[in-house]
Nanobody, 125 residues
Framework: QLQASGGGLVQVGGSLRLSCGASGRTFSNYAMGWFRQAPGKEREFVAAINSSGGKRYYADSVKGRFTISRDNAKGTVYLQMNSLKPEDTAVYYC????????????????????WGKGTQVTVSS
């Protein structure tokens, strides 16, 4: 039900915008988030947004560089990534969470209902 796109190869300092489209009429009821997984590492939290879009949360490593947003009319969540660094290289996954757990302290994905397939982001130095 989730389809992520927008990844690619970019140089250090560049920008990308990821999109994640959701099918179904209940998109606006879900908290949405982005996670990423680099080779040999565990999946980690990147950003999350509540159902209305009024509250946003970020990992410290991306704060000030990434912006999460959503358009409930289009059923889409976005991740604008600026000032990209080599350490941002990873597969990025969008997530939909009915219970809103990804908004809480720790931003655990334990209750994520749906995952997108992932989109590769590679930042070259």
């Amino acid at each position: 039900q989730l389809q992520a796109s927008g990844g690619g190869l970019v140089q250090v300092g560049g920008s990308l915008r990821l999109s994640c489209g959701a099918s179904g009429r209940t998109f606006s009821n879900y908290a949405m988030g982005w996670f990423r997984q680099a080779p040999g590492k565990e999946r980690e939290f990147v950003a999350a947004i509540n159902s209305s879009g009024g509250k946003r949360y970020y990992a410290d490593s991306v704060k000030g560089r990434f912006t999460i947003s959503r358009d409930n009319a289009k059923g889409t969540v976005y991740l604008q990534m600026n000032s990209l660094k080599p350490e941002d290289t990873a597969v990025y996954y969008c997530a939909a969470d009915w219970k809103q757990t990804i908004l809480a302290v720790g931003h655990t994905p334990i209750n994520v209902d749906y995952w997108g397939k992932g989109t590769q982001v590679t930042v070259s130095s």
